[in-house]
């Protein structure tokens, strides 16, 4: 499976972006699915996934009630919609699918990566 992301870049406090996450290669109905993000000089962090059928999901205690994660599945594509973005949101998100259909918040459990795309949110 090949993943690719995009959709980030430059906004300010308090305003929404989405990203996207197109997946080829595979059957994409059978894999959970879930982004995470890196800022500079942190680990690589959970912010929220869900399972192959798009009805559980769950997400970081950061960005619950903020971001939303959600797929298509006749279109091979996830999405996260992130509103009232912080400063502290400032990284670079990565999309990452799982050969299982179970949602999992832990990045060693995911397969595969996309390249990442950098959401930068200014004061």
């Known amino acids: ?45 959970f912010v929220a996934a869900l399972r192959w059928s798009g009805r559980t999901t769950n997400y970081a205690d950061s960005v619950k009630g903020r971001f939303t994660i959600s797929r298509d599945n006749t279109k091979n594509t ?23 259909p179970y949602a999992s918040s832990w990045a060693s459990e995911y397969h595969y990566w996309g390249q990442g795309t950098l959401v930068t949110v200014s004061s």
């Open 78 to 100: 996830m999405y996260l919609q992130m509103n009232s973005l912080k400063p502290e949101d400032t990284a670079v998100y990565y999309c990452a699918g799982r050969k299982d």
């Open 1 to 45: 499976v090949q993943l690719q992301a995009s959709g980030g870049g430059l906004v300010q406090a308090g305003d929404s972006l989405r990203l996207s996450c197109a997946a080829s290669g595979d059957t994409f109905t059978s894999y959970a699915m879930g982004w995470f993000r890196q800022a500079p000089g942190k680990e690589r962090e």
